[in-house]
């Protein structure tokens, strides 16, 4: 398996880093918070100016026809800004929409329509053409236009503008990613195939480390800077040893989350037999590097890291938020140990 990326890809993570850089900055991501955590602008230029919205979906689909290496790097892109943008859900939902022709794909892919996903809490009771059940925690489902509902292997794509669709925006620590519940009461339904719902969660969680990857790159840059400017006993604190040994610890974990995001992804393009722990690994290694990051963050860049006016708080709160989604990081390594010792066995 090659890791190396290609000067296309290279391409890509420019053009990415440069939108996200001009476009989600502090102020437009903050004004999002305040309007209910989207903003609807940039998603708009992300999707219809850059045509990333499809950059997972075939060409004959409407998509870029790239893979999810490419969707990695973009994915990186938008957490190293903590974009205020709906990328998480847009994936899963996109991903499982991919070969559905009644799906509303177009519109999703052109940023016209929002797609998200959530997982079923307690019960589903389904049939050919409805669903009833409750989704907690869904990822910008206060805005979304369609939901991803998935239940273990089953899966159903819902409007939520249509009957039996109830929405209860839900607050919580993360508002550049707002959630919402909802409820489902004899909702029309089109059911997914298996094979979908298992890309859409691969998906998901890829998108998940990715974001965290980038999390921790711009923690890490800020910190450092700030290391460097914040004097103490007449010197900058960036030159204490402990200081030193802290912040080149933090280095390695996000050179190796790195490596875990290239393997998921590769994994995950090249369907490989252990793209399941790949992804596993990604999202459980990633997480935790990003938390550690955003911890010392915090704690380094002293009084001023604890104000609301510094974006400390918008890294911290949204590592503790990807640590939570989608599985705690040791029930995926209970997966990844679980994988490893029956390929043992």
């Known amino acids: 398996m090659d890791f190396a990326l290609t000067d296309e890809q290279r391409m890509i993570a420019d053009t990415a880093n440069a939108f996200f850089a001009e476009g989600a900055t502090s102020a437009r991501t903050r004004a999002a918070m305040d309007a209910g955590g989207l903003d609807r ?20 689909r409407g998509g870029a026809g790239l893979g999810m ?19 998480l859900g847009h994936i899963m939902a996109t991903r499982a929409m991919r070969d559905d022709a009644r799906a509303p794909l177009a519109a999703c892919l052109a940023g016209d329509a929002i797609a998200t996903a959530g997982e079923a809490d307690g019960e589903v009771i389904a049939d050919d053409s409805s669903v009833t059940a409750i989704a907690d925690f869904v990822p910008h489902g206060a805005v979304a236009d369609h939901l991803l509902l998935l239940d273990g292997g089953r899966g159903w794509r819902i409007a939520l503008g249509g009957p039996g669709v109830t929405v209860e925006p839900r607050a919580t620590m993360d508002a550049t990613r707002p959630y919402a519940r909802i409820a489902l009461d004899r909702a029309p339904a089109h059911t997914i195939p298996p ?11 890829l998108c998940l480390a990715a974001e965290a990857t980038g999390g921790t790159q711009a ?6 800077a700030y290391t460097l400017e914040r004097q103490q006993f007449g010197r900058p604190i960036g030159s204490f040893q402990a200081i030193k040994h802290r912040l080149a ?19 995950l393009d090249e369907g490989t037999s252990d793209a ?19 911890a010392d963050m915090l704690q380094l860049h ?11 708080h918008l890294y911290f709160k949204r590592a503790r938020a990807i640590a939570a989604m989608m599985g705690s990081s040791a029930w995926h390594r209970e ?3 679980a994988a490893l010792l029956d390929r043992a066995a």
């Open 302 to 312: 002293g009084g001023i890291g604890f104000t609301w006016e510094h974006d400390t």
């Open 195 to 205: 094979d979908a719902v298992r890309q859409a969660r691969a998906a998901g969680l």
């Open 249 to 267: 610890d933090r280095k390695v974990d996000l050179e190796q989350a790195r490596s875990a995001i290239y393997w998921a992804a590769c994994s």
């Open 69 to 87: 290496v490419e969707f990695a790097l973009v994915a990186m892109a938008a957490g190293e800004r903590v974009a205020a943008i709906p990328l």
């Open 335 to 337: 997966q990844v140990a």
């Open 219 to 224: 923690a890490l840059d800020a910190t450092v």
């Open 276 to 294: 399941g722990t790949a992804v596993h690994a990604a999202k459980a290694f990633c997480a935790d590097a990003f938390t550690r990051m955003a």
């Open 41 to 60: 602008e940039l998603w708009r230029a992300f999707c219809g100016e850059l045509g990333l919205g499809g950059i997972a979906v075939p060409e004959a």
